[in-house]
């Protein structure tokens, strides 16, 4: 039999046939450096869960999280909405005819009215939005189909968009903005008209700017050209996207700061949503100081049938809400907190029960010689 040594220094890394380093007979060990570090030996901390640190936990979590969940759910059921579904495809619907006969190519507007009533007041500003179902904005490849730096004002990008665009890229002359977001803006025009009881109306005032995101506004969409006014001459050599009506320098003519690639609507919608259904912010109604900003009563929603949605099965609706410090309504958060808050405070008098009935057996068993 053969006898096997330990060697003190093979266990470092070193054998003793090896001559030194680079000279003849050099073995190289794959075992790694005898270090704290490569050898795993750094000083760790690892937890000792015991009922004195894990009862209070979930205690304190309970007591925590439900009084902040109570509040987030109070406050989101303060918020006042009113919702109107205007797609048309009930036949009783004021929006029938111009759901079921219009299209992309159609160069007339269909217009049609909707009377409904607020039984509260809305205090403070009213937010009005548009909102789409069925409508999937996060489809990877609608997500892809534009040209930031086109959108950016970026002058060889203006007559040579990116490929991404296709095939809303060119349609003779480049398409500016190109690809399929732009290419499908939401393009309905909404009114809002107060009734009063002698019978005549009056219509609120809905301000289109302030609804975009700053950074969009400033940083991300620019005009090529930089301040010049004149946006016919800067678009000089590009053309209209496929579906729209009127090229990007006539979206708002009235208003220089808000047309072209830097009109609000226009940078609401190219921010893509992240689920099919969704809302967008579409226009705000501005606190009024002596009297609520939308009184109960009877109101008139007027709309310019613009955007086709039954090709996709699809739904539009106008929807009308106040915000709170959280932002709008959605009872989702608090929920969240509440179910957690209870789910912890349960498991924790459970654990709590267990623990005084069974906790103390092992201390008290006695041992038998």
Same mark, same amino acid.
């Given at each position: 039999m053969m006898a096997s040594s330990y060697n003190a220094k093979?266990?470092? @890394?070193? *054998? /003793?046939?090896?001559v030194g380093?680079? @000279? #003849?007979?050099?073995?190289?060990?794959?075992? $790694? !450096?005898?270090?704290?570090?490569?050898?795993?030996? &750094?000083?760790?901390?690892?937890?000792?869960l015991t009922a004195g640190t894990v009862l209070p936990a979930f205690f304190v979590i309970g007591l925590i999280f439900i009084p902040i969940g109570i509040g987030l759910f109070v406050t989101s059921n303060n918020i006042k909405e009113f919702e109107i579904d205007y797609t048309g495809v009930e036949e009783s619907s004021p929006c029938?005819?111009? /759901?079921?006969? =219009?299209?992309?190519?159609?160069?007339?507007?269909?217009?049609?009215? +909707?009377?409904?009533?607020?039984?509260q007041p809305f205090e403070s500003n009213v937010f009005m939005y548009y909102g789409l179902s069925n409508?999937?904005?996060? *489809?990877?490849?609608?997500?892809?189909?534009?040209?930031?730096?086109? &959108?950016?004002? !970026?002058?060889?990008?203006?007559?040579? #968009?990116?490929?991404?665009c296709e095939p809303y890229r060119t349609n003779g002359l480049p398409i500016a903005p190109c690809g399929a977001i732009a290419n499908s803006l939401f393009n309905d025009t909404l009114e809002l008209l107060y009734n009063f009881p002698n019978g005549t109306s009056i219509s609120i005032p809905?301000? %289109?700017?302030?609804?975009?995101?700053?950074? !969009?506004? *400033?940083v991300k969409f620019r005009n090529p050209g930089g301040n010049n006014n004149n946006l016919s001459a800067a678009f000089?050599?590009?053309? %209209? $996207?496929?579906?729209?009506?009127? $090229?990007? =320098?006539?979206? !708002? #003519?009235?208003?220089?700061?808000?047309?072209?690639? +830097?009109?609000?609507?226009?940078?609401?919608?190219?921010?893509?949503?992240? &689920? #099919?259904?969704?809302? %967008? &912010?579409?226009? +705000?109604?501005? %606190?009024?100081?002596?009297? $609520?900003t939308l009184p109960p009563g009877n109101y008139t929603l007027n709309i310019t049938y613009n955007y086709p949605v039954l090709s996709f099965d699809g739904r539009k609706r106008m929807i009308l809400s106040t915000i709170s410090w959280m932002g709008g309504k959605n009872p989702f958060l608090g929920i969240a907190y509440i179910t957690?808050? /209870?789910?912890?405070?349960?498991?924790?008098?459970?654990?709590?029960?267990?623990? *005084?009935? =069974?906790?103390s057996r092992s201390n008290n068993a006695d041992i038998p010689n």
């Open positions: 093979e266990e470092d @890394g070193h *054998h /003793s046939g090896a380093p680079g @000279g #003849p007979g050099a073995i190289k060990s794959k075992k $790694p !450096d005898n270090t704290a570090f490569k050898q795993q030996r &750094l000083p760790a901390w690892q937890p000792i029938h005819i111009c /759901s079921q006969n =219009y299209a992309w190519n159609n160069t007339n507007p269909c217009q049609c009215s +909707i009377p409904f009533t607020l039984e409508f999937y904005q996060n *489809h990877r490849r609608y997500v892809k189909s534009r040209d930031d730096s086109q &959108l950016n004002g !970026d002058k060889n990008s203006l007559t040579n #968009p990116s490929k991404e809905l301000s %289109k700017t302030g609804i975009a995101w700053w950074t !969009d506004k *400033h000089a050599g590009t053309t %209209k $996207p496929v579906n729209w009506r009127k $090229p990007v =320098y006539e979206l !708002d #003519p009235s208003d220089p700061n808000n047309n072209g690639f +830097i009109n609000e609507d226009f940078i609401v919608w190219m921010r893509t949503a992240a &689920l #099919p259904t969704f809302r %967008k &912010l579409y226009r +705000i109604i501005h %606190k009024n100081k002596d009297m $609520p957690v808050g /209870s789910v912890c405070f349960f498991l924790g008098v459970v654990l709590l029960i267990i623990h *005084h009935n =069974y906790g």
